[in-house]
Every structure is written in C-alpha cells, then in structure tokens.
C-alpha cells in the first residue's frame, strides 16, 4: 500500500506561480511512473504531467507545455509540479498518482486508470 499525500496548493493571481509537492510512503519501487492529474469542477480529471521515475523522463499536456515543469527527489520520494505563468482556466483540484511494477504500457500514460494510488488532492484557484 502506497499513500499519497499534496501540499502547496492555494489562490494565485494569473500569471503568477505555484509548486505542488507530493510525497509517497514508504521506499519507492525500482521504477515507477508518476503524474499529476487535475479535475475541474465539471468533474473529467485530465492528465497533466508525468515521468519516470529511472531515467526521468517527462511527459505533458499540451496545454501546460513550457508552463509547467515536473521533476522528482528521489531521496524524499517526492514528486513536484512548479506551475508558472498560471491561469484561470488552471483551476482545478490537482492530484498525484503513482503506477508501480509491472508498469502499464507507455500508450497508456494520460489515462486514469493507469494508476494504482493517488494522494487526496490540491485545491489550486488562479483569480484576481
């Protein structure tokens, strides 16, 4: 069993930054794969960011690309979001989930159901 849990989630004006944190339990798997997913209030979680955790290779939406940055420490078992340049329409609750071994085929990476645990959620509100 892995727990999840964020922080670093709040109100931000647009165009201004934030940095969620995730921090898993426990001793990480010889590989794994993390992301960021965020939900809207109409409800889809969509896939933000994720990487490798080996050779720390990273993907992105399309939306977030060149805004965002995802990153990892392996000696705290962490997983972050810097999030730069926010906007309104990046409000959302975000959330991180890890995929243990066996890892699910790389197509399958922007799904939901890819992941086997997630962390409790961050509330983040880009408003003036």
């Known amino acids: 069993q892995v727990q999840l849990v964020e922080s670093g989630g709040g109100l931000v004006q647009p165009g201004g930054s934030l940095r969620l944190s995730c921090v898993g339990s426990?001793?990480?798997?010889?590989?794994?794969?993390m992301a960021w997913f965020r939900q809207t209030p109409e409800g889809t979680r969509d896939f933000v960011a994720g990487?490798?955790?080996?050779?720390?290779?990273?993907w992105y939406a399309d939306s977030v690309k060149g805004r965002f940055t995802i990153s990892r420490d392996s000696a705290k078992n962490m997983v972050y979001l810097e999030m730069n340049t926010l906007r309104p329409e990046d409000t959302a609750i975000y959330y991180c989930?890890?995929?243990?071994?066996?890892?699910?085929?790389?197509?399958?990476?922007?799904?939901?159901?890819?992941?086997?645990?997630w962390g409790q959620g961050a509330q983040v509100t880009v408003s003036s």
């Open positions: 989930a890890v995929d243990t071994p066996p890892l699910r085929v790389l197509s399958a990476l922007r799904r939901s159901d890819s992941y086997d645990y």
């Open positions: 426990g001793r990480a798997a010889s590989d794994q794969r």
């Open positions: 990487i490798q955790w080996s050779s720390r290779r990273t």
